[in-house]
C-alpha cells in the first residue's frame, strides 16, 4: 500500500488565536504551532494499516517553513517520507487554493490509499478531504471512524460517523478517507523514532517545483476572502438571579425572555 | 473557577529554548561525537514528546495521586491506576535511556537537553515522576559500576519499564550520618551475599507498578573498616531471577509499613525489612543480593551519581515553583479585585490583580526564582556535559570542579526558594490559594520535601563550606570566582544597568573570597561551620544574580516583551535579593558564635 497522509501545522489550541493585522489571515508567527492534532490520528491510522499490509506512508503537507516540525513530528511516529510545499506565494491560500495546490502534489505520489483528517482546528473548514478527492477524481469516504483495507480486492470500507450510528461505505482503491478522532490512539513519537526521522527523505517543493501556477494560489488566487475581522466580544459577567422564594420563576421568566422556552 | 492544568501551565518552553538556545548554546553541542546523531530538531522533538506526554498522561492525576494515598493491606500496596498507565507510556517513549549510551539502547542526548525534558514531567507531577527519576538514577549507577552480567540482567529489564529502581541509604537511626548505618552483609560460599537490616524512607520501596523492583542498597560487611569506608553497595530484587530471567523466588524484603507524608504521596516512602525472615529464599531467612563493584566502596558509588541526583532534586523543586508561578500569574490576570489607589471610585469595575503593584511584586519574585533555578538547572547540567564530552582534557576537568562546587547549591537554592515561590503562588491566590480546588497549596506540601532528603539544606551548607569550596587548595571557589568575573566584565562591557550591576556582584563576590578565606584559616573548626547555612544561603544567591546577569547579557539588545521580562527580573533580583547577602556576609565576617554559644538547655 503506498499511502499518504496529509498534515497542518496549526496555532496550538490552547493558545490565543488572531489574526493577522495586515491580511486577516491567521497569524501563526506570534504563537505556538503544533501538528492540528486530528490529522495525529490520520498518520496513526495509515501508520496502522501500512503495519497491517506492508507498504509506505508519505507526509504531504503545505505551509510555512516552520512546518517541517510538524513533518518530523509525522516522520518521528513512523512514517517513511514527506514532502513539504512551501512558498511564500501560497500565503493565504483559502481550502480551494490549498486542495489544488495539495492535489497537484499527491497526484505525482501515486498512492493507493490517501488519509486526511475530518478538519484542521485552525480554520475549521472540513472540506479538504471532499476537496482533495474532487480534484483527483478519487471516490470519498469522510468521517470515518473505522477503516478496514482490503488490498488483494483492492477495496477499502469505512464506518461512517453519522448522528446516531454509523453508515458502511466502500470504495474502490485509490480512494481518498477522512477519518474522526473516534478511529484510534494515536502514538506518541518514541526517541528511536525521532533519532531515526533526522535520517528520512524530505522533499522540499517551491510552487513552481510543484508545477503550480502562483496567480492560481496563495492569497492572490483565494476564491474567497476576509473581508472585515473583529475580535469576539469579552465574556460578559451574566445575570445574577437571587432566590427570594420566587427564583424558579425568575429563571423560567429570563429563559423565556430569551426565547429559549 | 479553577481549571485543568494544560500545557501551558507546566514551565515555560520560551523560557526553554531561550535558555538553551540563546544562552548556553546547545545548538553546538550535535559538532561532538557522542551527539552526532542529534540536531536542533531531534532536541526539539525531545522536549515536544515531553511536554507533551507530561501534560497528558503526569498533570491529569496529579491531584488525584494526592487525594489517594497509597495503602497497604498487609499483603499489598495499592495505588490509583493511572499511576502505571502513566509510567508505561512514559517507558514506551524511551525517554528511561534519554542519556544513556546507543550500546545499551540510549539515545546519546546530552544532559541538559534531558534535564529539561525531565523537568517538564516534574512540573506535572512530581511524585509519578519520582519512579522514572529513582530508576534512571539506579540504572545509570549500575552501567557505571556493575559487571556486565548485572546490567544484562538488572538495567536492560528497567530500561524497557518493566522493573523499577530504588536507592536505600536511609536507616531509621541513619538519615544525615550514613556511617552509622547497621544494615550488614553476609558472604554466602557461593559468592552472594544476605542482607539483614532494616532501611527507612525509601521510596518506591514497593508497589505493584512493575514486574519486580531493583533496590540499591547500602550494607556493612562484617569485619570491614570503620565507618563510611566499611561500606559496600549491593543491588537487592524483590523477585530473585531464574537462570532464564523469569522471576524466581520472593527474596526476603519486607514492607513494614509506608510512611503517610505532606506531600509527594503519589510515590510510595517505605520501611522496608531485609533479611527478617517473612521470606526464606533457597530455604533460609536473609535478603540475597549481589555486590556493586568492589567491597567497601559502596558509598563512594553511591556519591558517585549524587550529583546528578542533587541536580535532579534542585530540577524538581524548580519545576514545582514553575508551574505555581505560572499557575498563579493566570490567576492574576483572570482575579478582579479592588482598584487602583489613585482611583477609588465604587463604580468603576474592579481591575485584576495583576494590576496592583504588591501583586506584580510576588509574581516579579516568583518569576526571578523560578526562572532563576531553571538556568542553575540547565547550566548544571551543561556542566555534566562538559565533564564528559568537552574536547580537552583541562575544561573537562574544570567542568567537573565547577559542577562539584555548585552542586551543594544546585540541590539548594530551588529548594529553599522555589519552596518560597509556591508561597507567595498562595498569596496571589487569596483565600483560593489555601484551599485543595486550586492545585498550589498541593505544589508547596509537594516542594517542602525538597529541602530535606539527598542531604539535607544544613548537610549541603556543611558541604560547600567544609569540604567544597577548600577543596584542592581551594580550586572549586577560584573557577567560579573566574567565571563570574568573565561575566562581570560583559556586563560593565554592555553598560546600561548593566554595569550596576555587575559592579555590584564583583563587590558581593570578592567579599565572599574574603569571608572564605577567613573561615579557612580559623582553627576552630565548629566557629567556623557554626554559620554554614547562612554561607550557603549567601553564595547561593550570587550564584543566581550571577546567572541574571548572564541572562540579561543574553537579552541584551533584543526587543519584545519576552526580553523585557528578562530585564524585570534581572532587576527586580539584583535590586531586592541580591542585597538580603549584606546582612549574612556580616554575620560570617564577624564569625558570629550566636548559635554556637546557646546551651542547648538553654532552649
Ligand atoms: C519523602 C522522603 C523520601 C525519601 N526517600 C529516600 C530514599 O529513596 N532513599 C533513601 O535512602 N532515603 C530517602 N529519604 C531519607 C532522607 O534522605 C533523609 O530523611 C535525610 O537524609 C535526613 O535524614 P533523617 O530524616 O534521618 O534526619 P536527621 O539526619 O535526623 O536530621 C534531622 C535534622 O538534623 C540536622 N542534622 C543532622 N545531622 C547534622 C549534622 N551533622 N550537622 C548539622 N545538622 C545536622 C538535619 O539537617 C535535619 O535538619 C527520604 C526521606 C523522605 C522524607
Ligand atoms: C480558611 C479561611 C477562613 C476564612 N474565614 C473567613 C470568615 O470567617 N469570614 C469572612 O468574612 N472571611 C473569611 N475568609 C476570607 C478571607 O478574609 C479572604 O480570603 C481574604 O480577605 C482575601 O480575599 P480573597 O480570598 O478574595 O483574595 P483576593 O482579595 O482576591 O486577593 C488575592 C491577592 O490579591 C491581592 N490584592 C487584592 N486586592 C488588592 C489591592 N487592592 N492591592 C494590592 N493587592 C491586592 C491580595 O493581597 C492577594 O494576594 C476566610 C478565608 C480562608 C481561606
Redesign the interface.
Given at each position: 500500500m503506498n499511502i499518504v497522509v496529509t498534515v497542518k501545522q496549526v496555532p496550538d489550541t490552547w493558545a490565543e488565536k488572531k489574526l493577522d493585522a495586515a491580511d486577516k489571515t491567521v497569524d501563526r508567527k506570534s504563537v505556538d504551532n503544533v501538528m492540528n492534532e486530528m490529522d495525529e490520528y490520520g498518520v496513526e491510522e495509515a501508520l496502522k494499516i501500512k503495519e497491517a499490509h506492508g507498504g509506505e506512508v508519505t507526509v504531504v503537507t503545505m505551509g510555512p517553513a516552520k512546518a517541517v516540525e510538524t513533518i518530523r513530528k509525522a516522520l518521528s511516529m513512523g512514517a517513511d517520507k514527506a514532502v513539504h510545499l512551501t512558498d511564500d506565494s501560497l500565503h493565504g491560500s483559502d481550502a480551494l487554493a490549498t486542495s489544488a495546490a495539495l492535489a497537484k502534489v499527491i497526484s505525482t505520489l501515486s498512492p493507493d490509499l490517501v488519509i486526511t483528517s475530518s478538519e484542521a482546528s485552525d480554520a475549521r473548514g472540513g472540506v479538504i478531504g471532499a476537496l482533495l478527492a474532487e480534484r483527483l477524481g478519487l471516490p470519498q469516504l469522510t468521517q470515518a471512524r473505522k477503516v478496514t483495507v482490503d488490498p488483494a480486492a483492492s477495496k477499502v470500507t469505512i464506518e461512517r460517523q453519522a448522528d446516531n450510528g454509523y453508515a458502511l461505505v466502500e470504495a474502490s482503491l485509490p480512494a481518498v478517507v477522512s477519518v474522526v478522532e473516534k478511529i484510534n490512539q494515536p502514538r506518541y513519537p518514541s526517541f528511536k523514532g525521532i533519532m531515526a526521522a533526522k535520517k528520512k527523505p524530505l522533499t522540499t517543493l517551491s510552487a513552481a517545483d510543484a508545477g503550480l501556477d502562483a496567480a492560481s494560489v496563495g492569497l492572490a488566487g483565494a476564491a474567497t476572502s476576509v473581508v472585515t475581522a473583529v475580535p469576539a466580544p469579552p465574556r460578559s459577567s451574566g445575570t445574577i438571579v437571587k432566590d427570594e422564594g420566587d427564583g424558579g420563576t425568575k429563571i423560567a421568566g429570563f429563559l423565556a425572555a430569551q426565547k429559549l422556552i | 473557577m479553577p481549571t485543568a492544568t494544560?500545557?501551558?501551565d507546566l514551565i515555560s518552553?520560551r523560557d526553554v529554548d531561550f535558555l538553551l538556545y540563546e544562552w548556553l548554546n546547545v545548538g553546538a553541542l550535535p559538532a561532538r561525537e557522542r551527539f552526532a546523531?542529534?540536531?536542533r530538531?531531534?532536541f526539539?522533538?525531545?522536549l515536544?514528546?515531553a511536554e507533551?506526554?507530561a501534560a497528558e498522561h503526569f498533570a491529569p492525576h496529579n491531584r488525584l495521586a494526592d487525594t489517594c494515598e497509597p495503602t497497604f493491606d498487609g499483603e499489598r500496596v495499592h495505588l490509583i491506576p493511572e499511576i502505571g498507565a502513566a509510567l508505561a507510556?512514559f517507558a514506551?517513549?524511551?525517554?528511561l535511556?534519554?542519556t544513556m549510551d546507543a550500546g545499551v539502547g540510549g539515545?546519546q542526548?546530552p544532559s541538559v537537553v534531558a534535564g529539561a525534558c525531565f523537568a517538564f514531567f516534574q512540573a506535572a507531577n512530581v511524585a509519578t515522576s519520582g519512579y522514572p527519576f529513582l530508576t534512571i538514577a539506579n540504572a545509570n549507577l549500575l552501567l557505571t559500576h556493575a559487571s556486565s552480567e548485572l546490567v544484562e540482567t538488572f538495567v536492560r529489564p528497567m530500561l524497557d519499564g518493566r522493573f523499577l529502581g530504588t536507592m536505600c541509604l536511609s536507616e531509621p537511626q541513619a538519615g544525615s550520618s550514613l556511617s552509622d548505618i547497621t544494615t550488614r552483609a553476609q558472604r554466602q560460599p557461593d559468592g552472594a551475599y544476605r542482607l539483614f537490616g532494616n532501611k527507612m524512607w525509601i521510596s518506591g520501596g514497593d508497589h505493584e507498578l512493575s514486574e519486580n523492583i531493583v533496590h540499591l542498597v547500602l550494607a556493612k560487611i562484617p569485619g570491614g573498616p570503620p565507618g563510611v569506608k566499611g561500606i559496600s553497595l549491593f543491588v537487592v530484587p524483590k523477585w530473585l531471577l531464574g537462570a532464564d530471567g523469569t522471576l524466581d523466588a520472593r527474596n526476603d524484603v519486607a514492607l513494614a509499613g509506608l510512611n503517610h507524608k505532606m506531600g509527594f504521596r503519589g510515590t510510595t516512602n517505605t520501611l522496608l525489612n531485609f533479611g527478617e525472615g517473612r521470606h526464606t529464599p533457597g530455604g533460609e531467612p536473609g535478603a540475597v543480593g549481589y555486590l556493586v563493584g568492589a567491597e567497601h566502596h559502596g558509598l563512594a558509588y553511591m556519591f558517585s551519581m549524587m550529583n546528578e541526583a542533587r541536580i535532579g532534586v534542585g530540577a524538581g523543586a524548580m519545576a514545582l515553583g514553575y508551574t505555581g508561578y505560572l499557575k498563579s500569574l493566570r490567576y492574576a490576570r483572570e482575579r478582579p479585585q479592588g482598584r487602583p489607589p489613585a482611583g477609588k471610585d465604587p463604580a468603576s469595575p474592579q481591575v485584576p490583580i495583576i494590576e496592583h503593584a504588591d501583586v506584580r511584586r510576588m509574581l516579579l519574585a516568583q518569576k526571578s526564582y523560578v526562572e532563576g533555578a531553571l538556568a542553575l538547572v540547565l547550566y548544571a547540567g551543561r556542566l555534566l556535559d562538559e565533564e564528559r564530552t568537552a574536547p580537552d582534557a583541562a575544561a573537562r576537568e574544570r567542568a567537573h570542579l565547577l559542577l562539584d562546587t555548585l552542586t551543594p547549591i544546585v540541590k539548594s537554592w530551588p529548594s529553599q526558594w522555589c519552596l518560597a515561590a509556591n508561597d507567595l503562588a498562595i498569596q496571589v491566590h487569596g483565600g483560593y490559594g489555601y484551599t485543595r480546588e486550586y492545585d498550589v497549596e498541593q505544589h508547596y506540601r509537594d516542594n517542602r520535601l525538597n529541602p530535606i532528603h539527598e542531604g539535607t539544606h544544613g548537610i549541603q551548607a556543611l558541604d560547600l563550606l567544609g569540604r567544597k569550596v577548600g577543596a584542592r587548595g581551594g580550586a572549586g571557589l577560584t573557577a567560579l570566582v573566574e567565571t563570574i568575573t568573565t561575566t562581570v566584565g560583559a556586563g560593565r562591557a554592555a553598560g546600561g544597568e548593566l554595569a550596576p550591576f555587575a559592579d555590584q556582584l564583583a563587590a558581593v563576590t570578592s567579599r565572599i573570597v574574603d569571608i572564605t578565606a577567613a573561615l579557612g584559616a580559623e582553627p576552630d573548626a565548629d566557629a567556623c561551620l557554626a554559620n554554614a547555612t547562612v554561607y550557603l544561603e549567601a553564595v547561593g544567591h550570587t550564584v543566581i544574580a550571577w546567572l541574571w546577569l548572564e541572562q540579561a547579557l543574553a537579552a541584551h539588545g533584543r526587543d519584545g516583551a519576552f526580553y523585557d521580562g528578562k530585564r524585570a527580573a534581572a532587576r527586580y533580583f539584583f535590586r531586592w535579593e541580591l542585597p538580603r547577602t549584606g546582612p549574612q556576609l556580616d554575620l560570617l565576617a564577624a564569625l558570629d558564635r550566636t548559635t554556637l554559644d546557646t546551651d542547648p538547655a538553654w532552649l
Open positions: - | 494544560s500545557r501551558g518552553r546523531e542529534h540536531g530538531e531531534t526539539d522533538a525531545a515536544d514528546l507533551q506526554v507510556v514506551k517513549t524511551g525517554l535511556g534519554a539515545a542526548l
